[in-house]
């Protein structure tokens, strides 16, 4: 059976069939190079496509980066007077099939005798993820029981919208679908602080969620579904591609900002012409394009704008969407095919959420999250399995701990912790402000008092730690309401040198199934475009089909029920008679080893 995808050139595939095969040497591939606009994970991931699979010199290809380091919104670094800062972290599953295929082929930073994938897998293997503590209430004590706590009818209702089509979602918001009692559940306090919802995103996204991760349902409510790197993923992931990279002699262009990409646009075809560029001084350092000058577009960025404070200075919140949302914006004008940047980054106050990453600096604070962790925060395991969220937070305030040290050269006392609000409007518990007003001090002891630090102590813990706060206003922009067209295939109709990565690319399997807002969709965007503009013989593999599969379906329910047989609403002559046609077969076997029966 073929895969039905949006683009004829690309070929989708499950199994190991192609994804273990070396890929040939696409014809005419000498005389082709490359031009890589931005270094976020899918550029990077571009990158090493084109020299692993589509045999490109290294040399041939050429990285253009507004910033002065790599990585896009893959960061973590260590802020000169200031202390360690991520603006966010990335949640992994086990079936991310592009990623993984990818760093399997990577030396690992942290030992270089494994790959990316196998110290990944090793680090996971040996210190398996968990939580002990998923919502706390009433400062610091544990609030949730391991459970969804649905009940019959909202969980059906969950089970009636995933069945909904796409169309009927589009430019929908959650709360246009959800009942007022799913939206006050204990499932969707799971949900939307785990994956960033906000209430008024896009149905559509939430539904591809759903789907896309039905077989992870069971390890939500203590996030046992979720894996992590050792170190910060600036570290773990951006670094071996990076070096991959160089090695094959890849070059890096930093300062260079792109304003726009030129086409010659015709019903026959549509040829990328001229990158418009400059550099940190104003010069032009335009581009011109041939039919063989391919272009790997990032257009749009959830961390542009990307406000810094520090502990005495609140993170400003610049509104003004540029960089990579202009560059977009002057791009769509050229064809309706590629895109409509206004419909994410118009309306911050509903894509903004602000982040804090806190050091703690000796072992008071600490002995704090032990009490709600269960787990001492040192000696380089697993301390939150994931994120905490108050559930009384004015500012729905989640906070992690991932294995330390986090960061190389991170001093043993030292405990560095993430902390979130999706709520950065609205005044906070103990400090009467909203979070976007805060200096990384109040930020602190608004956590402290939710940790269940002494009121009285509060402010004495707080001198003990340090933090940078980072304001957002396009973090959730990918998850604004949508519909077909408003983002540009990753490879537009009769594109001939030139494709879109990232967020804001619309992947060419029919129907897209992955999800955004993780570095797998950016991965994937990545794998496309080089496989569809340079003729890469092998297949690209699908989205994990667990929505098709019964045995992932019928697990979803039993847990989203929590073990609950399903009350359905037939007659009782109705239900015998399908339990003796269903009797001696398969799927009478199936019906009881997942609790339906």
Same mark, same amino acid.
């Given at each position: ?25 696409? #014809? ?15 550029? /990077?991931?571009?990158?090493?496509? /084109? ?15 507004? /910033? ?64 002990? %503590? ?15 706590? /649905?009940? +019959?009818?909202?969980?059906? !209702? ?13 430019? #929908? ?7 007022? &009692? =799913? ?13 960033? $919802? ?9 539904? =591809? ?17 979720? +894996?992590?790197?050792?170190?910060? +993923? ?7 591609? *990076? ?23 015709? &019903?026959?075809? #549509? ?24 272009? $790997? ?19 400003? $919140? ?12 002057? @791009? ?30 000796? &072992? ?50 030292? *405990? ?21 007003? %805060? ?8 956590? =402290? ?15 003990? %730690?340090?933090?940078?706060? *980072? ?48 570095? !797998? ?65 398969? @799927? ?10």
């Amino acid at each position: 059976m073929k895969l039905k995808t949006f683009d004829n050139r690309l070929k989708l595939t499950n199994g190991t069939y192609h994804s273990l095969v070396n890929a040939r040497k696409p #014809k005419g591939i000498e005389d082709k190079k490359a031009y890589l606009i931005g270094t976020g994970i899918g550029a /990077l991931a571009a990158g090493c496509f /084109l020299i692993r699979d589509a045999h490109m010199a290294g040399e041939k290809i050429t990285f253009l980066e507004q /910033l002065d380091i790599p990585g896009g919104s893959l960061d973590g670094a260590v802020r000169q007077n200031a202390g360690y800062v991520a603006r966010g972290g990335r949640e992994m599953g086990h079936y991310f099939e592009v990623l993984w295929n990818l760093f399997s082929s990577l030396p690992s930073t942290e030992d270089p005798s494994m790959t990316v994938l196998d110290y990944f897998y090793y680090t996971n293997y040996d210190d398996p993820n968990s939580s002990n %503590c998923r919502i706390t209430k009433n400062r610091g004590e544990r609030y949730d029981n391991g459970k969804f706590n /649905l009940g +019959q009818e909202l969980a059906m !209702e969950l089970a009636t919208f995933v069945m909904m089509s796409d169309e009927s979602l589009e430019n #929908k918001t959650i709360e246009d679908i959800f009942s007022e &009692e =799913l939206l006050n559940s204990d499932f969707w306090t799971y949900w939307r602080t785990m994956f960033a $919802f906000e209430n008024w995103h896009s149905a559509l996204e939430m539904k =591809l969620y759903m789907n896309r991760f039905i077989h992870h349902v069971g390890g939500l409510p203590d996030l046992s579904a979720l +894996q992590f790197s050792r170190h910060d +993923q600036y570290t773990s992931f951006v670094k071996p591609m *990076v070096k991959y990279l160089e090695d094959h002699g890849a070059k890096f262009e930093y300062g260079i900002t792109v304003d726009n990409v030129e086409f010659s646009i015709t &019903e026959e075809k #549509k040829v990328a012409k001229k990158i418009v560029a400059r550099d940190k001084a104003g010069n032009d350092v335009s581009i011109n394009l041939t039919e063989n000058d391919l272009v $790997f577009i990032t257009n749009g960025s959830m961390t542009e704008g990307s406000g810094y404070g520090d502990d005495n200075t609140p993170a400003p $919140f610049n509104k003004e969407a540029g960089g990579c949302w202009t560059l977009w914006r002057n @791009i769509a004008e050229q064809s309706d095919e590629f895109g409509r940047p206004d419909k994410f980054c118009t309306d911050p106050e509903k894509s903004n959420w602000e982040s804090c990453t806190v050091t703690c600096h000796d &072992e008071r604070v600490p002995e704090y999250i032990e009490k709600i962790t269960k787990r001492s925060p040192y000696g380089g395991r697993t301390v939150t399995g994931g994120i905490v969220t108050a559930l009384d937070s004015s500012w729905l305030m989640s906070w992690t701990i991932n294995r330390q040290e986090q960061y190389y050269g991170q001093p043993e006392k030292d *405990v560095v912790v993430w902390v979130y609000g999706l709520f950065s409007d609205t005044p906070g518990d103990y400090i009467k402000k909203p979070m976007r007003d %805060c200096t990384g001090k109040e930020i602190t002891k608004e956590w =402290l008092y939710h940790i269940g630090v002494p009121v009285e102590e509060i402010e004495e813990l707080a001198k003990s %730690c340090t933090a940078v706060p *980072v304001m957002m206003p396009f973090i959730t922009s990918q998850f604004m309401p949508r519909e077909s067209g408003d983002r540009p295939y990753v490879v537009p109709k009769n594109a001939v040198n030139f494709a879109f990565l990232g967020q804001f690319a619309e992947t060419l399997d029919d129907p897209g199934r992955d999800t955004v807002f993780t570095i !797998e969709y950016s991965g994937r965007t990545a794998m496309e475009a080089v496989y569809v503009l340079t003729g890469v013989e092998k297949g690209v593999p699908e989205v994990y089909a667990s929505r098709y599969d019964i045995r992932y379906l019928l697990n979803a329910g039993k847990c989203l029920l929590d073990g609950e047989k399903p009350e359905i609403n037939i007659s009782p002559m109705m239900k015998q008679m399908i339990l003796q046609k269903a009797a001696g077969t398969e @799927i009478e076997i199936l019906l009881k080893e997942y609790g339906i029966i």
